[in-house]
C-alpha cells in the first residue's frame, strides 16, 4: 500500500473512531465507573467485535449482509435488542464506592464480552467495512490479503488509543460521581444513550448501504 494511500486510509480510520457511537458510550461507562485500567478488558472486548467484522469483511460474508435482506435485519435487530438490554442493565444498575475497587477483577471477563457482542452485533458496521475497503484496496495486486491485514490493524489500532482517551476523559470526569445521587444520574444518561444508540441503529435501513 502505498504511503499516501495508507495516509488517507489512516485519516478515515481516526475519523471513524472519533465518531460516538455504542461502542464509545460502553467505553465511557466503564471508565466512568472502573477508571482507565478497569476499562480496558472492554476496549479488547470492543477489539475483538471489531476484529471480527474485519474478518467478516475480508471473507465475503459483509457482501451476504449488503445482499440479504432477512440476514441483515436478524443481525440488526438482535444488536438492537443487545443495546436496549445494555441500557436498561445501566438505568437500572446500583451505585458504587469509587473509593474502593473491589470487585472489579471478577467483572472483567463480562466487560470483555459484552464489549465484544456491543462491536459485533452492529451490522451498519460490517456494511461500512465493505464501502470503506474498496476504496483503498489495489484490485490488481496479489497481496490482496496483506492490504486488508495492514488496514484491519490500522483500525483496531486507532480504535484502541480512541477508546483508551474516552474511558481517560471519563475516568477524569469520576472525581464528579463520588455521590451517589451523581451516580445515579450518570447511570441513567448512560442508560439513555444506550437506547439511544439502539434508537440508531434500528434507523439504518439497509436500502442506504
Do not use: C
Amino acid at each position: 500500500m502505498a504511503l499516501e494511500l495508507f495516509l488517507a486510509f489512516l485519516a478515515a480510520a481516526i475519523l471513524i473512531s472519533l465518531s460516538p457511537g455504542a461502542g464509545a458510550v460502553n467505553t465511557m461507562s466503564t471508565g466512568l465507573r472502573y477508571g482507565v485500567k478497569g476499562a480496558l478488558p472492554a476496549i479488547m472486548g470492543l477489539q475483538l467485535g471489531y476484529g471480527l467484522q474485519v474478518v467478516l469483511v475480508g471473507v465475503g460474508l459483509g457482501a451476504l449482509l449488503s445482499q440479504s435482506q432477512l440476514a441483515f435485519e436478524l443481525i440488526k435487530w438482535f444488536g438492537v435488542l443487545y443495546l436496549v438490554y445494555l441500557g436498561y442493565q445501566k438505568w437500572t444498575q446500583a451505585t458504587l464506592n469509587l473509593e474502593v475497587q473491589a470487585g472489579v477483577n471478577e467483572s472483567r471477563s463480562r466487560q470483555f464480552w459484552q464489549a465484544a457482542f456491543v462491536n459485533l452485533t452492529n451490522p451498519k458496521a460490517t456494511v461500512f467495512l465493505l464501502a470503506l475497503f474498496p476504496q483503498f484496496v489495489d484490485p490488481l495486486a496479489a497481496n490482496q490479503a496483506l492490504q486488508y491485514s495492514i488496514m484491519g490493524s490500522t483500525l483496531i489500532v486507532v480504535d484502541i488509543l480512541v477508546m483508551v482517551g474516552y474511558a481517560s476523559l471519563a475516568s477524569v470526569l469520576s472525581r464528579w460521581m463520588k455521590s451517589e445521587r451523581h451516580q445515579k444520574l450518570q447511570n441513567r444518561i448512560f442508560g439513555a444513550m444506550f437506547v439511544a444508540a439502539a434508537g440508531l441503529m434500528a434507523s439504518y435501513s439497509h436500502k442506504t448501504a
